[in-house]
Every structure is written in structure tokens, then in C-alpha cells.
């Protein structure tokens, strides 16, 4: 995105509004009716058409604009997938968090596989807010005691890093599963993949800040949270 030209630019309604909408969308169990239906409450009339435009446009760069402002994560990982229904059929959402439930990556995938986990794995070591694992824990998944040696080889992973396949351990991750889970289901089922993929982006980075991620605002500061997401944008609350 070109910094001199507003990621706003062409929209009839006020960028406030438009964030106001994003957000409240990824972060609480709303439809995009509903949306509707609460903005028309206070005199503003859009369609719910014009809110999934929004979040398909907004939520990926809200996720990508929070990134250099969350805290470092610890270097106990845990790692799972859980279903995500798209369409007809069922695509599988991989997650990582550390040992506090503080979340370090995600990534939509339509396979289950070997590939699927090693790509996980890069994108996880690409994160900005990570520090190397120490250990990562996943579930008796076969796929990833293959994908976790090979990325090693290929130095994805560090060396020294130890994978454990404990069930137990993931108990934490099953936990942060359903508030993604919750929200998911309040919005019946994804249309498409690439869809899924932009819309999870906003529910996932709502989580980060729910959950206290970003340096300096609590989970519980929601109009700090607010104002920070307006300042992503250098807009003035």
C-alpha cells in the first residue's frame, strides 16, 4: 500500500465508522446483518453487503499494522489445528500460541498434511513478535513429527528446539480454540477461501488484543483498543 494514498480513499462513509464496523464485527458474535441493523440504530444506514467489503478490505491490514506492536511471546510453543467449515467442505485453521495462551501465529490451510505443517512452521518463524522455540507441543497429529525434523534440516527450526507430543499440553490451545471457534459459528459458514483466510485475520488479531498483546493497552482497555486501531491508521479519535 502506497503511504501517500489513504487506504480510504473512494469510501462514502467516514474511516471511523468503517474501523468502528471492522472491529466490531471481528471481535464480538455479530452477522454482518447485525452490523447493519446497530450502525442503522444510530442513523447510519449501510448495508451488510458494504460491512463484508469492509472487512474483507480492512481486517488483513489491521492484522498486518498491529504486528510491530505486540508483545514478544515466550519461547514455549503450542501448536494445533482445529476445523474451519468453508463452503461445503471442512479447511483447517493452524494456530500456535505459548504457554501463557498468547498467540504467536495462524494460517488457514485446505490440507491436513506434511506441507501444510512445514509451511506453518515458516510462517510461525517469520512472526515478528516471537522468540525462538525452546519447545514446541502438538497433539498426535502425524504429520508433524515428519514436518518438524525436515524443517530443522532445512534450518527453519532452530537445532535444539524439542517436539513433544504430549495431549495434555495443548489444553490451553484447545481453550483459545473457541473464542475463535464461537465467533465462527455466529457467522454460519465462509463463502470461499480466500474469504475465510481475510476474515480470520481480523478475528485472530482482535483476539491478540483481547487477550493483552499489544504492548502498553490491556485486554480490558476496549477504548484503548479502539484508539490504537484508529492510530494504525493515523486517524484522531
Known amino acids: ?66 504486528r510491530p506492536h505486540l508483545k514478544m511471546s515466550g519461547a514455549s510453543y503450542r501448536v494445533d489445528e482445529t476445523y474451519i467449515k468453508v463452503g461445503k467442505s471442512c479447511k483447517y485453521l493452524y494456530r500456535a500460541v505459548n504457554k501463557e495462551g498468547q498467540t504467536i501465529e495462524f494460517m488457514l490451510s485446505a490440507k491436513r498434511d506434511v506441507s501444510a505443517a512445514k509451511r506453518f512452521f515458516q510462517k510461525l518463524m517469520r512472526a515478528d513478535h516471537r522468540r525462538l522455540p525452546f519447545s514446541i507441543s502438538v497433539d498426535k497429529n502425524a504429520a508433524y513429527p515428519d514436518a518438524f525434523t525436515s524443517s530443522q534440516g532445512e534450518k527453519v527450526l ?50 491478540m488484543m483481547r487477550k493483552g498483546q499489544v504492548k502498553r493497552i490491556s485486554g480490558s482497555d476496549v477504548q484503548g483498543q479502539a484508539q490504537f486501531v484508529l492510530s494504525l491508521f493515523q486517524i484522531a479519535a
Open 1 to 66: 500500500m502506497k503511504h501517500h494514498s489513504s487506504p480510504f480513499k473512494w469510501r462514502h462513509f467516514e474511516p471511523t465508522i468503517i474501523l468502528l464496523c471492522v472491529r466490531w464485527y471481528c471481535r464480538y458474535q455479530l452477522s454482518y446483518r447485525d452490523v447493519e441493523e446497530v450502525m442503522r440504530e444510530r442513523g447510519l444506514f449501510l448495508d451488510h453487503s458494504t460491512v463484508f467489503r469492509w472487512v474483507q478490505n480492512y481486517a488483513p491490514e489491521i492484522n498486518k499494522r498491529v
Open 158 to 207: 532452530p537445532k535444539d528446539c524439542r517436539l513433544r507430543r504430549v495431549k495434555y499440553l495443548n489444553n490451553i490451545i484447545e481453550q483459545d480454540h473457541r473464542f475463535i471457534k464461537k465467533k465462527v459459528r455466529a457467522l454460519q459458514c465462509f463463502k470461499s477461501f480466500h474469504t475465510a483466510e481475510r476474515t480470520l485475520e481480523g478475528i485472530e488479531t482482535m483476539n
